[in-house]
């Protein structure tokens, strides 16, 4: 089961991507939390020990994973067991970043690998294609690249759900 949960900046689709995941454990599955944040300045290092502190509640596995996310996933992924990925727009400038990344093989080998995953797989990402044309290539090639990204995704996806102002709206499952 495969759900991806779009959203802008604080919309709450990281919330309701939590809810989701402790909705499966209730009913007795694991729960992995995959990160994909790094902290390339102090905000973001800030950002990244608030959302340590928060998750440590939840007594759920954590693992870091800023760039080798299939790699992860097929490791973990099992029937038992829910994996929320947050999130890919993160994961996906991780690589933009890194000269050494080759994206189009990065992405490929991802939506290969995320349509045979067993278990529950949690996928949060920004939408970011509701906003103007960005001005510099970085940046246009980033909302070109996630908007792609979501396309591929929400084609595999059992479930999409857009989140705005806390509200999840059903774009494709039930």
């Known amino acids: 089961m495969i759900h991806f949960i779009l959203g802008g900046a604080r919309s709450g689709k990281s919330s309701y991507g939590l809810e989701l995941a402790a ?8 729960c992995l939390f995959v990160a994909t944040a790094e902290a390339f300045d102090d905000e973001m290092a800030c950002r990244i020990a608030r ?6 509640a939840l007594a759920w596995k954590t693992f870091e994973c800023p760039l080798d996310l299939s790699q992860c996933l097929t490791k973990q992924a099992k029937d038992d ?10 994961w996906l400038t991780n690589h933009l970043l890194n000269p050494s990344s080759d994206w189009s093989q990065i ?15 949690i996928l949060i990402s920004n939408e970011v294609g509701t906003g ?5 290539p970085l940046s246009r090639r980033f909302v070109d690249e996630a908007g792609w990204l979501h396309q591929a995704i929400a084609k595999l996806a059992d479930e999409v759900v857009l989140v ?7 774009l494709k499952g039930q």
């Open 23 to 30: 909705n499966y454990v209730a009913k007795g599955d694991e």
């Open 51 to 56: 959302h340590k502190i928060e998750r440590a």
């Open 81 to 90: 067991r829910v994996i929320l990925v947050d999130c890919l727009t993160l």
């Open 107 to 121: 992405k490929a080998d991802f939506l290969r690998v995320l349509s045979t995953l067993p278990g529950k797989i």
């Open 132 to 136: 103007v044309v960005p001005g510099d």
């Open 164 to 170: 705005t102002a806390g509200l999840p709206m059903i």
